[in-house]
Nanobody, 121 residues
């Protein structure tokens, strides 16, 4: 079993910044990718940013230039620095990890419980 614990959500004014953190623990041999997704009320969950164990990153077009994802492979953590926040960034943000429990095992998926980010105008 792998657990993801998120922290850092909250309420911020438009133009402000927040930093989300996520730590993975449990039966982990390796993590292939870690990422952040978000879901606004009435909308589908969408990718915000993802980072591979090799450091490659990908971002949603809506957050490019404002958000930065980083990770610490030794600690199994991932952070999301969010700058220039907009009201449309308001959502529940979920941490995701794709991991293996031993070298030859298939990749598995784990999600955190989510953390609320609210951006006021």
């Amino acid at each position: 079993q792998v657990q993801l614990v998120e922290s850092g959500g909250g309420l911020v004014q438009a133009g402000g910044s927040l930093r989300l953190s996520c730590a993975a623990s449990g039966s982990i041999f390796s993590i292939d990718t870690m990422g952040w997704y978000r879901q606004a009320p009435g909308q589908q969950r969408e990718l915000v940013a993802v980072i591979t164990s090799g450091g490659s990153t990908d971002y949603a077009d809506s957050v490019k230039g404002r958000f930065t994802i980083s990770s610490d492979n030794a600690k199994n953590t991932v952070d999301l620095q969010m700058n220039s926040l907009k009201p449309e960034d308001t959502a529940v943000y979920y941490c995701n990890a794709q991991f293996r429990i031993f070298r030859a095992s298939p990749s598995r998926d784990s999600w955190g419980p989510g953390t609320q980010v609210t951006v006021s105008s």
